[in-house]
């Protein structure tokens, strides 16, 4: 991927934000992003989640993740009320999602180091939906990347139940399952995402092969053409001295024969 493709994605991808703020900002269009209101608010969680965690506020620290985990439910539901899905959204709920996630997982990996794997299998599967939306292949959710955040967020709940009691031996062996299904997932994505590339090289192929034979189509009909234009010509030719060579001369006097008595 060239730096000036990822530029101009980035690009669209904030003209199309500026847009949805401005229709947010209007009382007519403020419905339409709804959605996009509640998925951008988990932006916010690294800056409410890390601090109270890192000062030992659990009960502060889980009621900000209730509350920000409530909104990754709210913006679906008002997406379907309003019926405001809209392709910027669809951009966005990734990349909220993973924020949140970085900002639960950030001051469990200074509690746990052991962590900092399951932190490194979101970097990876997040690089490899990046890569996919950036070459427009517009990446499908799979049941193993479902089942991986399913796994992934008990893990951060039994992280931070850590805290009051002493479950260390049945995290690390839940970290280390879940690392292995980020592990699983990584790889479909990926596959998804090679398949993707190699059906757009084939049609790719497919459109060249096509006008290759439309040129090579083209220069036949030119050639068929040319030699149906040189047969005319000859025939034209040939007809054109057969009048000259048997049209009797006007101007020759006929020969006259008498009758001998």
């Not at 980035?10 to 007519?28: D, H, L, Q, R, T």
Request: hydrophobic share 40%; glycine share 4%; net charge positive.
């Amino acid at each position: 991927m060239k730096d000036t493709e990822v530029k101009k994605e980035w690009k669209k991808f904030v003209s199309e934000g500026k847009v949805c703020f401005k229709e947010f900002c209007n009382k007519k269009t403020r419905k339409k992003q709804i959605p996009n209101a509640f998925t951008a608010s988990r932006l916010l969680a690294p800056f409410f989640i890390i601090p109270a965690a890192l000062c030992g506020n659990i009960l502060l620290t889980g009621l900000f993740t209730c509350m920000f985990v409530l909104t990754d439910a709210a913006d679906g539901f008002f997406a379907r009320k309003y019926n405001a899905t809209s392709e910027f959204g669809r951009k966005l709920d990734p990349i909220t999602d993973k924020v949140f996630a970085g900002s639960l997982l950030i001051p469990l990996i200074i509690s746990n180091p052991l962590m900092l794997i399951n932190m490194l299998g979101e970097v990876v599967i997040a690089l490899i939906n990046t890569k996919s939306q950036l070459s427009n292949y517009k990446p499908k959710t799979l049941i193993s990347g479902k089942i991986k955040t399913a796994f992934l967020y008990f893990t951060i709940a039994l992280g931070y139940l850590n805290f009051v009691a002493n479950i260390t031996n049945s995290l690390n062996g839940l970290i280390l399952t879940t690392a292995f299904i980020q592990a699983l997932t990584a790889s479909h994505y990926y596959c998804a995402y090679k398949q993707a590339e190699d059906e757009k090289k084939s049609e790719s192929s497919l459109e060249e092969e096509k006008e290759i034979t439309s040129d090579e189509e083209k220069e036949e009909v030119k050639e068929l053409v040319k030699t149906n234009t040189r047969e005319k010509e000859i025939e034209d030719y040939k007809d054109f001295r057969n009048e000259i060579t048997y049209t009797p001369n006007i101007m020759e006097k006929p020969k006259v024969y008498e009758l001998k008595k």
